[in-house]
């Protein structure tokens, strides 16, 4: 990707951040930042990007990659992620962009299913946790009128994204 393609992806991961308020569920995290999803430059960078990101019930993954040159894959255990092991897969997604919603606590485990794509470290490992929910005298219609906001600012982000890679 060229370096402006980087520089607008940044900035659009940092509109999307801005859009969605920190206390609401549903806020959508961009797989790897500027980077997207792709072989990545160093082993631990999708490890990286995973300690930086609270991630809770109701929030988005958008793995943001090409069809055919990367996909997801899906595996039940930490031992099966560290190796790379596509011996029981619990999905797979292979249309990017991609957007998974997060609808249990606990560990997840995704890497990509091409080549040594996965040995190489495009694989993330990332915690769900649950969401305190909001305090009681938030105004319901107010919060879901947020909630809805968010989620219609964070698909126009993503088209934008989706748009901006096939570009590049
Ligand atoms: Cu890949």
């Known amino acids: 990707?060229?370096?402006?393609?980087q520089h607008a992806l940044l900035l659009l991961s940092a509109v999307v951040a801005s859009l969605v308020p920190g206390s609401t569920a549903g806020v959508y995290h961009i797989v790897g930042a500027g980077k997207g999803w792709r072989v990545p430059p160093n082993k631990t960078y999708y490890d990286d990007w995973a300690r930086t990101r609270h991630v809770s019930i109701g929030d988005k993954l958008m793995f943001l990659y090409r069809?055919?040159?990367h996909n997801i894959v899906e595996v039940p255990t930490r031992a099966l992620f560290d190796a790379?092991?596509?011996?029981?897969?619990?999905s797979r997604y292979?249309?990017?962009?991609?957007?998974?919603?997060?609808?249990?606590?606990?560990?997840r485990f995704y890497f990509c299913g091409v080549g040594?794509?996965?040995?190489v470290g495009q694989k993330l490992a990332i915690n769900v946790v649950l969401v305190a929910p909001p305090p009681?005298?938030?105004p319901n219609s107010a919060a879901a009128a947020t909630a809805r906001l968010s989620r219609r600012a964070?698909?126009?982000?993503?088209?934008?994204v989706a748009a901006l890679l096939m570009a590049v």
Request: contains cysteine; charged residues 15%; proline residues 7%.
């Open 1 to 5: 990707m060229s370096r402006r393609g």
């Open 136 to 138: 009681p005298d938030t």
């Open 84 to 90: 790379c092991s596509m011996r029981n897969i619990t």
């Open 67 to 69: 069809s055919g040159v």
């Open 116 to 119: 040594e794509h996965c040995e």
């Open 94 to 107: 292979q249309n990017g962009p991609t957007i998974i919603e997060l609808t249990q606590p606990g560990q």
């Open 154 to 160: 964070g698909l126009a982000a993503a088209c934008l």
